[in-house]
């Protein structure tokens, strides 16, 4: 039997990138897979046929994160199509950079509200119907922790707020022995942050191993977190960066 069986996970920005690695990462361990987006509706039901074909139950749900009723709706339609919801990825994220004072009013909102309060919005509907082993992992980023470049700074603070929110979870949910936890990537080779770009080879120099990650480095960070050998790993971090924070 796979180490995920039986259990139903939602994965927020499931359609490309590190979310769409988790959800398939999830399914590889036996996992049913509801992943929401926002855009890609093609790119989500691409994903959602790997999920099925790898013997599992896929799930493709439009759900603005920034939207506080459809965050809730997503999470009410992936415990239906489910039967139920074990795991919450919170993994959705937007990126805006630059100097501090160009950031605008905007774009504070969209990192606010798609980084911040779209996981805090998708706990609070999906802890009700967490199980005892239930588990909750976001994805944060190494700028949560470290800032070695300017112009990152809004982005930054907003991934600094995971690390808060999963520290107060892990104590609010310990007695119902449900954990969570906090996987910060480093530079991985997204759409987001694509490994050619001109900023890249200043990414990669931060590293120890001198090289990007990939979605797939990220995903099997939190599969491990997510299966039952991690079941006393709570309220921490994984960070997985290539040593850019050693
Ligand atoms: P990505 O390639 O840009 O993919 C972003 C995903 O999030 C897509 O599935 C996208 O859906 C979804 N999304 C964006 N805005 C949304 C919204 N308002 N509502 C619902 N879904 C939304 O990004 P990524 O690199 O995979 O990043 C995934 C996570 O890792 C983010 O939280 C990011 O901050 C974090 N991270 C990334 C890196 C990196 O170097 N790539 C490093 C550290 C942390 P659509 O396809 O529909 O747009």
């Known amino acids: 039997m796979s180490e995920l069986s039986g259990k139903r996970a939602l994965v927020t920005g499931g359609s490309r990138g590190i979310g769409a690695s988790i959800a398939l990462a999830l399914a590889d361990k036996g996992a049913d897979v509801a992943i929401t987006f926002e855009r890609s509706a093609d790119r989500a039901a691409a994903v959602v046929r790997e999920i099925e074909g790898k013997g599992q139950k896929g799930l493709a749900i439009q759900a603005d994160i920034a939207d506080p009723a459809a ?17 919450l990825v919170n993994n959705a994220g937007i990126a805006h950079y630059g100097p501090f004072t160009d950031i605008s009013l905007a774009e504070i909102d969209a990192l606010l509200h798609v980084n911040v309060r779209g996981p805090v919005l998708a706990a609070q509907a999906a802890i009700p119907h ?22 990152v700074t809004v ?7 995971l690390l808060s929110l999963t520290r ?12 969570v ?5 480093g530079s991985t080779d997204t759409d987001m942050n694509p490994a050619n770009s001109e900023q890249a080879e200043g990414q990669r120099a931060l ?25 006393q790993i709570t309220g921490t971090v994984v960070t997985v ?6």
């Open 130 to 151: 967490l199980q005892q082993g239930g588990r909750i992992i976001s994805i944060g980023s190494g700028l949560g922790e470290r800032v070695p470049f300017p112009n």
């Open 207 to 231: 590293t120890a191993l001198g090289r990007y990650g990939t979605p797939e480095d990220v995903a099997a960070a939190v599969a491990f977190l997510a299966s039952p050998a991690a079941r």
């Open 168 to 179: 107060g979870l892990a104590r609010e949910l310990g007695p119902r022995d449900i954990t």
């Open 241 to 246: 960066d290539g040593g850019a924070i050693a």
């Open 155 to 161: 982005y930054s603070l907003t991934k600094s707020a």
């Open 181 to 185: 936890n906090l996987v910060q990537p």
């Open 71 to 87: 965050v809730k709706r997503s999470v009410e339609e992936a415990v239906e199509g489910l039967g139920g919801l074990d795991i």
